[in-house]
């Protein structure tokens, strides 16, 4: 079969792609991915925070798509009835680390990230009576969002626009033709079909590096972050108003184990932080780790005791290797100069690539339009 576009992944950013596409064009689509059904990856397994753009280097793809995406989120889930909440969020530290925060803050004016200010002991407690700190980051444009309602809207629009999708499918060859490229698929009875493509879009997540490897070696590698949460008990449940951060966990380039609420209003810890070097999915959450959250968790909620907590589900992040930044930006590449003419590589497209999904979809559908 031929195809103007094939998109590798149907997860939040796919999809973004899929819909910003669809809206821009009439070309022929079809996506692909190894799940049953579209978001079952990387999307489904985070902390539906709508991110405000402060922690990311300035002029960095992140900061750049996370701003945009903020602000085109909260309007696109608005006009299609997708559950949000702006909620806000405190990043809160003790006395000696007034001055991590104080740089952290001179980062969020850099990016113009709105409503912000430093706040002080009294003002937390006023806030949130459970938090011990004594100074906090208050950022009133942060947010939480039902990731799933996001996705199924984004699908609906897709599909509205005829594109094909084949589930429980892998990408398994890719070869460059004179103009274009075929590409070999994985059927989930284990045979190979072949289709053509003028323009193929690598959004694989987890498998991101493995697909543009499939054509050339010369492309950023991942590695795996698994991030386990644990719940808190329902006597937390409306306990707080805001997102809780710590500083960020500059070892892992995570923003450490942080306390985010849902739509119900429960609680839960997370995402904890552990490389995993043979690159195999395992959403396990061990028991064991309760010590880990409970320790971290201590240091900010008050009257917290370990049998409030339980372990939840867990998340892997594809992050780009990098020995020397613990925080690598995003890669969103058109690979023409290298060569490949109508190939889109995303890869290492972890936090913040939710709230920066709309605009990161709009990008790559300018590149083919």
Same mark, same amino acid.
């Given at each position: 079969?031929? !195809? /103007? ?11 973004? #792609?899929?819909?910003? $596409?669809?809206?821009? @064009?009439?070309?022929? *689509? ?28 300035? =002029? ?20 299609? /009835?997708?559950? @949000? ?6 990043? *809160? ?17 850099? /990016? ?26 208050? $950022? ?21 626009? /005829? ?23 994985? =059927? ?30 010369? !492309?950023?590698?991942?590695?795996? *972050?698994?991030?386990?949460? !644990? ?28 306390? @985010? ?7 839960? &810890?997370?995402?904890? +932080?552990?490389? #995993? ?12 780790? $309760?010590?880990? !959250? ?12 370990? =049998?409030? &907590? ?9 992050? $780009?290797?990098?020995?020397? =930044? ?29 709230? +920066? ?13």
């Amino acid at each position: 079969m031929i !195809f /103007n576009i094939v998109i590798v992944g149907a997860g939040v950013i796919g999809l973004s #792609i899929a819909r910003a $596409i669809g809206e821009r @064009t009439n070309l022929s *689509v079809l996506i692909i991915d190894k799940e049953d059904d579209f978001g079952r990856g990387i999307s489904s397994r985070n902390s539906e925070v709508i991110h405000s753009g402060l922690y990311y280097e300035p =002029n960095s793809l992140k900061a750049k798509y996370c701003t945009e995406g903020r602000e085109l989120l909260y309007d696109y889930c608005k006009r299609h /009835n997708v559950w @949000t909440k702006q909620c806000g969020k405190l990043i *809160v530290g003790s006395a000696h680390q007034i001055s991590e925060l104080e740089e952290l803050f001179n980062n969020g004016l850099k /990016n113009s990230i709105p409503d912000m200010k430093i706040i002080g002991k009294k003002e937390i407690e006023s806030i949130e009576s459970k938090i011990i700190a004594d100074s906090a980051i208050y $950022i009133g444009c942060t947010g939480i969002i039902s990731t799933h309602e996001l996705m199924s809207v984004f699908y609906s629009e897709s599909q509205k626009s /005829n594109h094909d999708y084949l589930f429980k499918s892998k990408v398994v060859g890719l070869k460059q033709l004179e103009s274009g490229y075929i590409i070999d698929i994985e =059927n989930s009875l284990g045979d190979i079909e072949q289709v053509t493509s003028n323009w193929i879009i690598n959004s694989a997540g987890l498998e991101s590096d493995f697909i543009a490897e499939l054509i050339n070696k010369d !492309f950023p590698k991942i590695k795996f *972050v698994k991030g386990c949460y !644990f719940k808190l008990s329902s006597k937390w449940k409306g306990a707080f108003k805001k997102l809780i951060y710590p500083l960020p966990d500059k070892e892992h380039g995570t923003l450490g184990i942080h306390l @985010t609420l849902d739509q119900s209003g429960s609680v839960k &810890l997370g995402p904890s +932080a552990h490389w #995993i070097e043979d690159k195999k999915e395992n959403y396990k959450v061990d028991d064991d780790l $309760i010590d880990l !959250f409970y320790d971290e968790g201590k240091l900010y909620i008050k009257d917290l005791d370990k =049998n409030d &907590l339980s372990p939840d589900y867990s998340g892997i992040r594809p992050k $780009i290797w990098d020995e020397k =930044n613990s925080m690598p930006d995003f890669y969103i590449n058109h690979e023409e100069e290298k060569g490949y003419p109508g190939l889109i590589n995303l890869i290492g497209i972890e936090s913040p690539g939710l709230t +920066a999904s709309l605009a990161i979809g709009n990008k790559i559908a300018e590149m083919i339009n």
